[in-house]
T-cell receptor, first 110, second 111 residues
Framework: DVKVTQSSRYLVKRTGEKVFLECVQDMDHENMFWYRQDPGLGLRLIYFSYDVKMKEKGDIPEGYSVSREKKERFSLILESASTNQTSMYLC?????????FGPGTRLTVT | EDQVTQSPEALRLQEGESSSLNCSYTVSGLRGLFWYRQDPGKGPEFLFTLYSAGEEKEKERLKATLTKKESFLHITAPKPEDSATYLCAVQARGGSYIPTFGRGTSLIVHP
């Protein structure tokens, strides 16, 4: 079974803090993704990576950055957290056509 | 631009009452159409991939079908544990391998 894990299920941070969300997959997948999911807006792609040290912007990259130093790990960084970044964050990895998601991190920025 | 529209947005069924969820799509050459199930507060769980019109896939009470313009997720004799949000996504042939997601159908099955 493919396993995608995320470092935290719930996180509460203050405005202006730097926030790190970690994602690890155990299936040697090349492609990894970060989404945020908000009610009424569905899944929106923040960043994706198709190889180590390679990254591409998705639909809503502003206010975020990513890091992929190892194949199995893809990190999402909120440089200076703001209240409008309160959301559910989902990491996914992909092989061929099937995308596998982690359990999600519910981030609240106060 | 690839587009995915799911309907209805929400569906309430009685246990045992069969129904279908719809996923309409426009894509410049379909590589694959995907169905996911998402429980509240959790990540989406992969269900099916369909590649060509006429293809069908089944899993327990779920059956997914595909035409050139839409896909249906048929739920036969649903149980309360089938309550979830069902997401549809498409991926175009060639170029980007990033799927385009619909906004989902929230299904509630009452006992």
């Amino acid at each position: 079974d493919v396993k995608v894990t995320q470092s935290s299920r719930y996180l509460v941070k203050r405005t202006g803090e730097k926030v790190f969300l970690e994602c690890v997959q155990d299936m040697d997948h090349e492609n990894m993704f970060w989404y945020r999911q908000d009610p009424g807006l569905g899944l929106r792609l923040i960043y994706f990576s198709y190889d180590v040290k390679m990254k591409e912007k998705g639909d809503i990259p502003e206010g975020y950055s990513v890091s992929r130093e190892k194949k199995e790990r893809f990190s999402l960084i909120l440089e200076s957290a703001s209240t409008n970044q309160t959301s559910m964050y989902l990491c996914a990895s992909k092989v061929w056509d099937e995308q596998y998601f982690g359990p999600g991190t519910r981030l609240t920025v106060t | 631009e690839d587009q995915v529209t799911q309907s209805p947005e929400a569906l309430r069924l009685q246990e045992g009452e069969s129904s279908s969820l719809n996923c309409s799509y426009t894509v410049s050459g379909l590589r694959g159409l995907f169905w996911y199930r998402q429980d509240p507060g959790k990540g989406p769980e992969f269900l099916f991939t369909l590649y060509s019109a006429g293809e069908e896939k089944e899993k327990e009470r779920l059956k997914a079908t595909l035409t050139k313009k839409e896909s249906f997720l048929h739920i036969t004799a649903p149980k309360p544990e089938d309550s979830a949000t069902y997401l549809c996504a498409v991926q175009a042939r060639g170029g980007s391998y990033i799927p385009t997601f619909g906004r989902g159908t929230s299904l509630i099955v009452h006992p």
